[in-house]
Structures are given as C-alpha cells and as structure tokens.
C-alpha cells in the first residue's frame, strides 16, 4: 500500500538557522497537506500542495510539491523557538487513503 | 467564532466495552474527519464525513464507525475495545473553496482502554 517517509526524524537546530523537512510518497499523489503540532498539542493545518511543482510561502515557511507529485519539502528560514514541534506531511494517492507521515521533530536552541 | 469541541476530553474504558465520541465543527463547516494518534502508529487517518455522508475511510476494522448529523456534528464509535485502541482521538472539521481549504483540529480525546 501507499507510503509516505519524512526524514529526518529530527533535527535540532540554533535559533537563527534554516530547517528542512522531506516527505517521500512511494505512491503519486493528488494532493499533499503539511500540519504542525507543539508538545502537548493538536494538529494544525498549514498548507495543501496540488500542483505538480507548485511552491508556496507562508511567511518564513517554504513549501514544495516535487514535479512527479511524490515528493515535497517545507522550508523554514531563519528558526525561531516558536518553530518548535513536530511537522507531517500527510498525502493522498488516487484512489487511496489519506496517509501521514511519521513526522519530523524540531528543537530549536536559543 | 468558536474552535473545534470534543467531548469527551478524556475517558477510561474496559477492554470489551464500546465507546462514543463527539465532535462539533466549526460553524459552517460541513467536513468532518477523525483521526487516530498513538506514539507507535502515528497520526492515521479514520474517516471524513461531508454532509451526512461517508466520503472516505482509512483501513481502520469495522468496529471503528461514525457518522455525521444534519448540523455537521459528528460522533464516532468503537464497538469491543481493544488495549491498543488507547490512543488520542482528533477531529477537524474543513472548509473548501476554489483550490483553497480551512482546516482546525479540535483538542482531542484521549481514550484509555484498561
């Protein structure tokens, strides 16, 4: 069945410096959605991709949908300790069903 | 406008028993999904309801149904608990326009199966 991998798992970083998390589908996708949660947190929604190739931004975030539609990435420049947490990917393949990814985890020092 | 509610927050359950969850959207929002969270498994997705009806399922057992009720409010229900259902519970309600969605997940019910 469809697969989706995120690395890395982690990531520590020093506050200041650029993060970025990859999300590989073993399955085309039709759209992919990125979410955040905080320690202790629900879920929130950041973005959805659908374009082959599409890029979004969102402030300090990056977002890109791979031109196969199998891969994205989310780029966070300049981190801040408020960036802490962890980031899925979640992806869904024609006729499929919708799947995460594991996560990356994100430490930011000050 | 008010968030995602869930209720229960928390809830204890013995192996065998069955269970109810309730989650109310967003007003006007008319998308519900359910969502299973465990440390092992991860975020894994249950179901999505729009407009009373079942649009998609995860591959979740059949002891695991929902439904949705005219005003969007939706339950879910797990018939003869397991241990390893013990997990976080989250809904999102959504709303979709023209190439652009709103989701908000609700703060979830922790389930503990004993």
């Known amino acids: 069945g469809q697969q989706v991998m995120q690395i890395p798992q982690y990531q520590h970083v020093q506050e200041g410096e650029d993060f970025t998390t990859y999300c590989n589908s073993s399955?085309?996708?039709?759209?992919i959605q990125w979410y955040k949660q905080r320690p202790g947190g629900h879920p929130v929604f950041l973005i959805q991709?659908?374009?082959?190739?599409e890029v979004k931004k969102q402030k300090r975030l990056t977002f890109q949908f791979g031109e196969a539609k199998k891969n994205s990435s989310l780029h966070i420049t300049a981190t801040q300790t408020t960036d802490v947490g962890t980031y899925f990917c979640?992806?869904?393949?024609?006729?499929?069903?919708?799947?995460f990814g594991p996560g990356t985890r994100l430490s930011v020092l000050p | 406008k008010a968030g995602v509610t869930q209720t229960p927050r928390y809830l204890i359950k013995t192996r065998g028993q069955q269970v109810t969850l309730s989650c109310s959207p967003i007003?006007?929002?008319?998308?519900v999904s359910w969502y299973q969270q465990t440390p092992g498994q991860g975020l894994q997705f249950l179901f999505e309801?729009?407009?009373?009806?079942?649009?998609n399922k995860g591959n979740f057992p059949g002891r695991f149904s929902g439904r949705q009720f005219s005003n969007s409010r939706s339950e879910m229900n797990v018939s003869t608990l397991e241990l390893g259902d013990s997990a976080l519970y989250l809904c999102?309600?959504?709303?979709?326009?023209?190439?652009?969605?709103?989701?908000?997940f609700g703060p979830g019910t922790r389930l503990t199966v004993t």
């Open positions: 979640a992806g869904i393949g024609h006729g499929q069903n919708f799947v």
């Open positions: 007003s006007g929002h008319r998308s």
């Open positions: 991709l659908v374009k082959s190739g």
């Open positions: 399955t085309t996708l039709s759209n």
């Open positions: 999102a309600s959504s709303w979709t326009t023209s190439g652009s969605i709103e989701q908000y």
């Open positions: 309801y729009f407009s009373e009806t079942q649009r």
